[in-house]
């Protein structure tokens, strides 16, 4: 299905800024639930209910944070992050969402 091109020029401003726009919900919504998370952990130490150490959450955050950096190294090399539509994208999504 060939597109028109008189609406063909569109077609790379309106992709990356749908993609910054969902990317910046996804995110809003995921510091959301981190935020929550970190309280609940907090909440649940302070009462006594779980027992967390320095050393246990250090442990922990060295075995995930590397598969995690993998991930993310992979997923950022398909953004188009230097494209200033999808940034604009990305902001109404963090600002909006």
């Known amino acids: 299905m060939p597109i028109a091109p008189e609406i063909a020029w569109l077609v790379p401003i309106i992709v ?16 959301k639930l981190i935020f929550v998370i970190i309280a609940l952990v907090i909440i ?3 009462t006594g209910a779980l027992s967390l150490g320095l050393g246990d959450l250090y442990d922990q955050a060295m075995k995930f944070l590397p598969k995690l950096s993998e991930a993310g190294s ?9 494209s ?6 990305l902001g109404v999504g963090l600002w909006k969402g």
């Open 44 to 46: 649940l130490v302070v």
């Open 16 to 31: 990356p800024f749908i993609l910054g726009l969902l990317i910046g919900l996804l995110i809003k919504n995921a510091l």
């Open 84 to 89: 200033i539509t999808f940034l604009i994208g």
């Open 74 to 82: 992979a997923v950022i090399n398909l953004l188009p992050y230097s």
